[in-house]
């Protein structure tokens, strides 16, 4: 199971290829379902089933983000890298079951580290895959183009910001573009290792994958060119529907807010004023 302290692929470069060849091998689960919990009926003579995960399918073909992205980087990515990290997610889970079951939570704080790291790379990783695209890059277009040039200046101001994140990332981790809601604004943010720096209640709109493995076997050590050439598959349309459903659910999370706030108004059972 991997976990932020020793499964951080390595730099060096022979050290590297060994940790590829523990993973190589792990072969894919199909599943439609992005970051959400594998939905698997009990039988009814069954007791329930505990939550699981399930590594989604990519949506394109493992050669499809050629030149940017090689097969063999995606291929070992996605069925090796991802799965272990749906594995280690649902190792977890077990152990919480059989911990409530026996009503002995000795060493609970081991294990939900390792859901916390491991839960958030299938979560960071799905998204990852659908921010990419064989026809992406360019700019985006529309409301998600307002909101980058409201928050940020420009579209080239955001791509600086954004480019100097991710290839400032300290060892392994993740830049990321968010869309914060107390705000109602964009932001960037650097994510280390899988899970920590994240800004809290702030939903990921754009993932980078800075670990070594999203890029070592075809960049070696040049994460700037990984990132350049990134940008040529990014899927904007992907990340502006993610931008409208964020907005559209502080819609109605204020929506509710205020009606919850109506009811309990004292006023709202008092006579007019005269």
């Not at 790291?117 to 960071?124: A, D, T």
């Not at 650097?190 to 809290?200: G, R, T």
Request: glycine content about 6%.
């Amino acid at each position: 199971m991997p976990n932020d302290d020793d499964a951080a692929f390595p730099t060096d470069r022979r050290a590297f290829l060994e940790s590829v060849g523990l993973t190589a091998g792990v072969a894919a689960l199909a599943s439609t379902a992005l970051p959400t919990a594998a939905n698997d009926e009990p039988d009814a003579n069954d007791d329930p089933l505990p939550m699981s995960y399930d590594l989604p399918d990519l949506p394109y073909e493992y050669d499809a983000l050629e030149p940017h992205i090689d097969r063999e980087i995606m291929e070992l990515h996605h069925s090796g890298h991802h799965q272990a990290y749906v594995d280690g997610a649902n190792d977890a889970l077990e152990e919480l079951e059989e911990m409530r079951e026996a009503d002995d939570f000795e060493g609970i704080k081991a294990v939900k580290r390792d859901l916390a790291f491991n839960l958030s790379g299938h979560v960071n990783h799905a998204i990852f895959w659908e921010n990419m695209a064989p026809d992406g890059g360019g700019e985006p277009t529309g409301t998600l183009a307002d909101a980058i040039d409201r928050s940020f200046g420009s579209f080239e101001a955001f791509r600086n910001e954004f480019t100097q994140t991710a290839a400032d990332v300290e060892s392994v981790g993740w830049a990321m573009l968010f869309y914060e809601p107390l705000a109602d604004e964009l932001i960037i943010g650097q994510v280390e290792s899988q899970h920590l720096l994240a800004h809290q209640d702030s939903t990921p709109l754009l993932t980078l994958d800075v670990w070594e493995h999203a890029y070592y076997l075809q960049y070696q050590n040049e994460r700037d060119a990984y990132i350049d050439e990134w940008w040529n598959v990014v899927d904007w349309d992907d990340v502006a529907e993610r931008y409208e459903a964020a907005c559209a659910q502080r819609g109605q999370s204020d929506e509710d807010d205020q009606g919850q706030q109506d009811e309990r108004s004292p006023s709202s059972s008092l006579p007019n004023s005269v």
